[in-house]
């Protein structure tokens, strides 16, 4: 069995209040990691959770039924509109 490493090829550095590195260890304490691991975790969750949302497309309630009804119509698709649907996120 291949056993995947995990290599650690770059350094983040900055620097705290007293208060609130006090505040993050605890956090980090209270689930059972180190400081650094609990950081890196957390900092991880949150940027894939912004990028996922600045991916996100929302609509309003006109705007989705504008589209709907395009999508609906019986106008042959545009070559930019296959290649809209072609992007990931569109399921055929």
């Known amino acids: ?8 090829d770059a ?5 705290t209040s007293k ?5 993050l260890q605890e956090a980090a ?3 059972g990691m180190d400081l650094s691991s ?5 900092a991880t969750q949150r940027a894939k959770k ?3 949302e600045d991916n996100l497309l929302t609509l309003s309630q006109e705007e989705w039924k504008n589209f709907d009804n395009e999508l609906n119509s019986s106008k042959k698709p545009t070559k930019a509109f296959k290649e809209l649907m072609n992007l990931e996120g569109f399921d055929a």
């Open 38 to 42: 609990f950081l890196i975790s957390t």
């Open 19 to 23: 208060d609130i590195k006090v505040l």
């Open 1 to 8: 069995m291949q056993t995947v490493i995990d290599i650690k």
């Open 29 to 31: 304490n209270s689930l």
């Open 50 to 52: 912004i990028i996922k």
């Open 11 to 15: 350094r983040i550095e900055f620097k």
